[in-house]
């Protein structure tokens, strides 16, 4: 039937336009000359003693102005300001591979987006994180030259991975890709938003990556003040790169938590939402009140070293920046691994065809460890403190493990007695359960004033976050890309070489921190690229299972990336599993689902064969 | 009903194919690595390409955490110079050494560290006047024959190590004299708080050119 619509024609537009350069080179080029505009602007405005071309000032400016030219290269400028100015957008984003290389307003494709930048921010801090074991496997000065060129790398390594990969991978880019999936919606509130807030995460790497073009730094990832202020120029870069990477972080939170607020599909109630939904929420919102914080911090301080202004140094209070720091840095660790504590809840009871053990124990959990993060801080102050003011701190630290707890035994009591299926994804949960016992047991001991007196700063301390963080959240992630692999691509991958390289990343992870408990007890401080020499055994051990380890995480992304190109063709759901994101094709169409999802039950019992939710096509089929 | 499909004209079209993805990832990795691990080349590169002028006489020298501005000059032998040294830092004390050979080799994390001065002195010998003093920390004279005009308080004279004044935070210094027959390249640094300022970066370049 001929349909008479009234429709504008379009006003602006007269010949279409054709985009000849991908738009990320675009963007890199608009970058290159936003950086030499602001940077020379300023340098005319306000010259410098002796007219040099990149001072701090201009190095700060110049990185907005090179940022603005990067976010309007990648499509920001056909997609957000034209249509600020009351012009239609005029992007339209390619059906095939290219709508990787630019701005998406897709869920799906801002996920896959995430999920490449931050692997390969993984690789990058990786390799950065070999050449500090290399340089440690002597006692003596031999890789790096100067020890400022160690420190940053230890600060580049502990930078990139905090807040490019450990705040990123499971939440912005498996989040953006399954969290509307699992609820049952078609796509995100602020999908542009979201689109543009990927972009911000490669630009704050590559700039903490050049920070050195502006002098070695050595507070690590932590930016302390005062020392931060006693630091060449390489660290406004810091402050700037983070700050980048963080307001990408509050984005997919802002994006996130509206579209579980708002976008579930009918009969999606809170208390079917998902494990791994409630995961993203509380995490997001654990986002969206200590990113915030953060960044102002860092703010203040750019501006210390800019004006400067003495906040934190002999006029000011030196330990204030700590408290702000902490406030933020603790909350951080949970940001990271409460995803992979909702994940292990995913995935167990799936694996195990067994209904989940205490569900609502489980959320109890993740909520609790959420609000009571931001009340422990002072842990990593207690060398900073009076003994009378360690007690509460050291009492709360200790309570967390309660609700972190309930997440854990949710898993334990799902296995309990379960016939667990032992594919790739279960062995890498598993190995993540023990992992991070571990890393929390040893993290009771950091929290009695005593112990953490005594190997404060040593190894020891670098050995239980890895563990915590590689150990609970690393391992799950790559359970995770297993798990929904064959959602990804519609293929699976080859389950012996699985379970090899899992157990390959687990025999190098143990073996290289495993030695690190050791080491901090026996006297290796941290932050130094040259001790004494009767720690040399254990180090060069440590670093040839530190090669040993990065070469497996290689080897996995291969493994990944060749059966998801090559892979045999996987069944719709291979796993059975009940929540909504195996209820569509794989890999799911544009709209996710091709009608309206309602679901009708809860997704984690196996003890009927009744379906927890229906694809209705047509309206008068709805229950 | 196609409405929804109904592309509207004038809109931006992408084309672009993979190749040029590849060779413009390539590219750009291959600079940012250049330009990161290869700074000093580059810089040395542009600077024999293009040149550097000679610096005649009144010359600003600029010191800031922790570099100098400049941090590459050409002298010529003979030439009167007038050099004004600023200490532009907020917060740091700040020195100039003009030498050649730094003993670096024995570094060594529970060694010693021999590296706190050069094994030749540029000012060994050499006529210079020092006036206009403001916020002097201290001075070593070393070998050099001094004339000091103006207040004599400030300086606090001291001795041990190469020709040096040290300026506090704000402080300023001019230093008058004929540049020496010492023709060649000459590295000038800060070695304050045991050489970490050098390390950080407080160094450059002079090279003096016969007369
Ligand atoms: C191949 C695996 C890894 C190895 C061999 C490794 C090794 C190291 C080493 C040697 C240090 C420096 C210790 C010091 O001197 O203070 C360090 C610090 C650190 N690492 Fe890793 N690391 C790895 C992976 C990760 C991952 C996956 C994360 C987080 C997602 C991470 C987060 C950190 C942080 C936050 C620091 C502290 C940096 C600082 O003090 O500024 N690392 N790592
Ligand atoms: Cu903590
Ligand atoms: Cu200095």
Redesign the interface.
Known sequence: ME?R?A?AE?R??????????????RG?IWATIGFVVFDLFTVAVDP?????LVTEPSAVIGWVGGLLGWLLGVGGY?EMILPLFGS?S???E?KD??RY??LSTNHKVIGIQYLFSSSSIFLIAGLDAMAMRYELMQ???HFFT???QYLTAVGIHGSLMMFGVGTVAMISGLGNYFVPLMIGAKRTVFSRLSGIGHWLLPAGA?TL??S??L??WDTGWRGYEPLA????GGMVYYYLGIFAMTFSTILSAVNLSATIIFHRAKGMTWARLPLFVWGILTVSLLNLIWQPEIEMTFVMALLDKLI?FHFW?ALGSPETYLSMFWLFGHPEVYIIVLPAFAMWNEIIPVMAQKNLFARDWAIIGLIFVMMLSGLVWAHHMFTNMRNSEMFPFAFFTEMISIPTGFSFMAAIGTLWKARLRLTTPSLLVLMSLFNFVVGGLTGVYLADPPVNLQVHDTFFVIAHFHYTIIGGMIFTWIASMYYWLPKFSGRMYNETWGKLLAIWIFIGFNGTFGQMFLLGLDGMNRW??????YLKPMNYEVSLFAFFLGAGFIAHAIHIIWAWRNGPKAPENPWHSRTLEWLTTSPPPENNFDGEVEVVRGFYRYDHDEPSAYLVKDASESQ | MDVENHEPTGILQQQWNRRQVIWGGVGVTAAALISLFAKPDIVSLARNLVGSPVSSGKINLYQFDYYYIPNYMTWRVGDKLEVTLQNQSHTHWHEWTIGRKLNMDYFQGFGYMDADAWAIDFWDGVDVTLSDPYKIDNFVPNKAHVTYVGPKGPYQITTGGDFSPTLQPGGSLKLTFTVPNKPGLWHFGCFVQEFIHYRDGMQGLINILPA
Do not use: C
């Not at chain 1, 410098?48 to 040099?52: A, C, I, M, Q, V």
């Open positions: 349909q619509i429709q379009p602006n537009h007269p010949q279409p336009k054709v985009l000849r350069m991908a738009p990320v080179l890199l410098y003693r002796g007219n040099p056909e239609p005029t992007w339209v390619p591979w290219r290389f630019g006692p003596s000065m100067y020890t400022g590559l990556i050049a050195p073009l002098g070695y202020s006693q630091d060449p400067p140094d130094v690229p040259a001790y004494p020499p």
